[in-house]
């Protein structure tokens, strides 16, 4: 399995240190990348970096303060009409899942990265249209916060494999537990907690030194 699935985390602890523009491009490829239906491709991604528009935005997802943290945000909007020629009152669903995948791409890129990212959907979308100004025809699905973690995020608990999963109808179990690998899969998810804090730790101790020396500069000049 991909070691970035096991090692993504949903972060809210953030270092302010921007985060480098070939990371920011690659993450927002990563999204452009992801399946659509019918390969419409009806999405946009608005990135908010200046320190008031993200404030206001913070407090239109029902003042989750924390987000105030990240120093990027990626703004993921639909375009519900553009699907609803094809697809008419599916339409809707079908925007919903595309940007759906053009998020979980960009998530799994913001780990590939080495960056801590969060997929936010509480916020009061009136409030947002308005700040963003979004037209008619776009509606917004979520929020994606980027930035380097300033603690390490523990995984929370997950379901074991056997419990979610069915084979040929609902509720209709063909196969014994002992098939699920889990132990192993629980091994490796601690090998790459253990390489991740490492990294991270790592990570953190250089970017604290350049802080320093670019200090240091500022002094001597």
Known sequence: MDENILKRRSCKNYLQIPIEWSKLVNILKAGSLA???GNLQNWKFIVIQEKENRQKIANSCLFQT??????TYIIVCGNFQMAQKYYFERGNMFTIQSCAAA???MLIEATNQKLGSNWVGAFDEQKLNEILEIEDEWKIYSILTLGYESEKTEMPNKLELKDQVYFEKFK??????????????????????N??????????????KKIEENKKKLLEE
């Open 172 to 193: 209709e179990n063909q196969y014994e537990a002992s098939l699920f690998p889990i132990s192993n899969l629980k091994n490796e998810i601690n090998n790459q907690i």
């Open 66 to 71: 924390w987000m105030n943290q990240a120093p």
């Open 103 to 105: 998020m979980e791409n």
């Open 195 to 208: 390489k991740t804090k490492s990294e991270i730790i790592g990570q953190k101790n250089k970017i604290q």
């Open 35 to 37: 399946p659509s239906a």
